[in-house]
């Protein structure tokens, strides 16, 4: 048996990295699962090849219509929706004084709002189901300050904050909501040629991992495992909490 067996789960920026490796280990513990992506191509690849307990939609995660027909699709394929992963998010670096009024709010709508949209279209369904969980992806980003990172440290900031109000909304509802804090994985978000103003000596998968306690960078599989402990019964007590999944990176100074 599987720890998801019969569930349903709907995974936002499914088509590669963190959301790809989680829909691959749910459907693996039993789980159907609508993947959402504005990669379409990669998304639908992806969905393909996990077969019948996947879908693949396009999803932007800034649009409520998208979400609206993401959660549509998981009821008319699947009967149900039982989980959200909010995954999907984009990375920018730069000084404060360099970060336009623009470059700010295009990761707000993605990091922030996504998440609050994501959780509104899904809460209906989930209620439905008779509970469910949310996971929203934050970051180590969302527990300590990064200079140069001005936008996505403050949307990591508020999908914390906004998944403990979540909780103590939905909790009587049968409905846990939990967020993770990924440090250092590697994934194609924070290479250098996808990532506006990172240069190729800041790679993720590079020496700078060496001096964690971990000693390298991580894995999105090791993600997945956080997300789906979160979203079976194993974490039946935890909600409202902070999941740390980082190597040490936010254990204190390498340095000392």
Known sequence: MGKLDG????????????????????????????????????????AKDLGDAARYVHLDVTKEADWTAAVAEANAAFGKLDGLINNAGILQFGAIVDTSLDDYMKIVNVNQVGVFLGMRAAIPSLVAAGGGTIVNTSSTNGLQGVAGMIGYTATKFAVRGMTKAAALELGHSGIRVNSIHPGGIDTPMVRPDNVEGLVADDTSSGDIYAALPAGRVGQPEEVAKLALFLSCADSSYSTGSEFVIDGGMTAGPTWA
């Open 7 to 46: 569930r349903v789960i709907l995974i936002s920026g499914a088509a590669r990295g963190q959301g790809e490796a989680e829909a691959r280990l749910f459907v693996a513990e039993g789980a159907s699962v609508v993947l959402g992506d504005v990669l379409d191509d990669e998304g639908a690849a992806v």
